[in-house]
């Protein structure tokens, strides 16, 4: 998820499948639209099909948990933090200012339900608290 908006990918049986991905998606708190890249194809295995389904919600969902907490915590520049889910794995990207707001971020990311791991690519850079006008 960035800026509000998931990304959903993956392969599904049916149009059917790929409507509802985007409404269960749009249903996670913190998402407002939905980038639908999900492939048809009708020769995957029926329960295939609706494991990748329930990863690409639980990834959108795990997300928007950690993006929201970061938002609402004082410690963190949410919005220089670029946050992804791969299943169930967390990517934490961009410009931190201080190595205590990593670990603070590194920190929302472990303790958020279902997260299976994060990979930290943070980078530490002083100038980010003062170049970021939301906070």
């Given amino acids: 998820m960035r800026d509000g908006t998931a990304y959903l990918t993956g392969t599904v049986r049916t149009a059917e499948e790929k409507q509802e991905a ?19 194809d009708e020769s995957i295995p029926q329960n295939q099909a ?11 969902n795990i997300t928007a948990m950690v993006k929201s907490q970061l938002l609402l915590n004082d410690l963190t520049h949410a919005l220089k933090i670029n946050v992804s889910t791969n299943n169930g794995i967390v990517t934490l990207a961009g410009p931190v200012s201080s190595e205590e707001e990593a670990q603070e971020v590194l920190h929302i990311a472990t303790r958020t339900r279902m997260v299976d791991g994060v990979d930290n690519q943070l980078e530490l850079s002083p100038r980010a608290a003062t170049a970021d006008s939301g906070q």
């Fill in 22 to 40: 985007e409404k269960l998606a749009l249903s996670v708190e913190g998402i407002d639209k939905v980038r639908n890249e999900i492939v048809l």
């Fill in 50 to 60: 609706r494991f990748d389904l329930s990863r690409a919600v639980s990834d959108a």
